[in-house]
């Protein structure tokens, strides 16, 4: 069975960093397309970053470009999304999701069909 866990969030002051987890079981990372999306209240699930196994690229939105950053942990099957300078704007449920690497996915909800619960970031002073 495909598992997505995130974890890492919590409360952090501007300018401050955090680094979210996805541990996947079930699957491997590496043969599926990841990507960590966000939702702040009472707004629509947006995508952050997303790294596409089908044809290599990696995806960050231009809100998070240069303060964000994925990385892998193959042995541990754990994908990272590493956050930096923090604004009160990054503030939402992170969610990570994947989807297999054989279907051409776009950074939007839609493309994604295995997701996690969801992680907590609040960015405030």
């Known amino acids: 069975q495909l598992q997505l866990v995130e974890s890492g969030g919590g409360l952090v002051q501007p300018g401050g960093s955090l680094r979210l987890s996805c541990a996947a079981s079930g699957f491997t990372l590496d043969y599926y397309t990841i990507g960590w999306f966000r939702q702040a209240p009472g707004k629509e699930r947006e995508g952050v970053s997303c790294?596409?196994?089908?044809?290599?690229?990696?995806y960050y939105a231009d809100s998070v470009q240069g303060r964000f950053t994925l990385s892998r942990d193959d042995a541990k099957n754990v994908e990272y999304l590493q956050m930096n300078s923090l604004k009160p704007e990054d503030t939402a449920v992170y969610f990570c999701?994947?989807?297999?690497?054989?279907?051409?996915?776009?950074?939007?909800?839609?493309?994604?069909?295995?997701w996690g619960q969801g992680t907590q970031v609040t960015v405030s002073s």
């Open positions: 790294i596409s196994k089908s044809d290599g690229s990696t």
């Open positions: 999701a994947a989807v297999h690497k054989t279907i051409r996915a776009r950074c939007v909800p839609a493309s994604f069909d295995s």
